[in-house]
């Protein structure tokens, strides 16, 4: 089946820049998100890109999309203690399934 | 916008009752809700797809006369854990998607205890 996969941990220090990267096997890929996961919580959706765009920015985060390559990632600028979190990267297809990665567990240290 | 709830947030039941989780689209009209289920430390699994007004479809693997999924309306979807056991124990997330929209939307989770 289409896979979605994330490296498990990541660990930052505070105020360094946070890169948390996805791989995806579907080539029908419409949209790719960024969810974030506070612990005990439910998803929250960060952003998303369409797969025309390589590159969305908002504040702090900004999304690169490889689509030759397959490859999403989600840059942290400035990374504060309370992005300590699980990252989530998902992508939905034409029939509109959406598959999720394993979560990427980001951790800032002070 | 695009709010989503879910209630309760927590519950602790019996083995062998039933319990009833909502979701809830505060804000908006969806014509879809999905439901999921997320292990410890792994990723959510994807147990169900609930059109309004009619039947869900299931994922392999998921029981339907286990996990009861009714969508009665544009706003709300309740997923039934019927005669639960602690092998259900897990957190249980619901997402919303608009009519006519793409995103899904999710709710804040129910925790699910099963002694």
């Known amino acids: 089946g289409e896979d979605v996969e994330q490296s498990l941990f990541l660990s930052v220090r505070e105020g360094d820049s946070s890169v948390i990267n996805c791989t995806y096997t579907d080539s029908s890929s419409t949209y790719l998100y960024w969810y974030k996961q506070e612990p005990g919580a439910g998803l929250q959706l960060l952003t998303y890109?369409?797969?025309?765009?390589d590159m969305k920015q908002d504040q702090r985060l900004t999304v690169l999309l490889n689509k030759k390559d397959k490859h999403l990632s989600l840059r942290i600028a400035d990374t504060q203690t309370g992005d300590s979190a699980i990252y989530f990267c998902a992508e939905s297809s034409q029939n509109n399934d959406m598959r999720f990665g394993a979560g990427t567990r980001l951790t800032v240290k002070p | 916008g695009a709010v989503v709830s879910q209630h309760p947030s927590r519950v602790i039941c019996k083995s062998g009752t039933s319990v009833k989780i909502e979701c809830r689209s505060l804000?908006?009209?969806?014509?879809?809700m999905f439901w999921y289920r997320q292990f410890p430390k792994q990723s959510l699994m994807l147990m169900a797809t609930s059109n309004e007004g009619s039947k869900a479809t299931y994922e392999q693997g998921v029981e339907k006369d286990k996990f009861l999924i009714n969508h009665a309306s544009l706003t709300l979807s309740t997923l039934t854990v019927t005669s639960a056991h602690p092998e259900d124990s897990s957190f249980y997330i619901c997402?919303?998607?608009?009519?006519?929209?793409?995103?899904?939307?999710f709710g804040p989770g129910t925790r699910l205890l099963v002694l």
């Open positions: 997402s919303a998607r608009k009519s006519g929209g793409e995103t899904q939307y």
């Open positions: 804000d908006f009209q969806a014509t879809t």
């Open positions: 890109i369409f797969s025309n765009m």
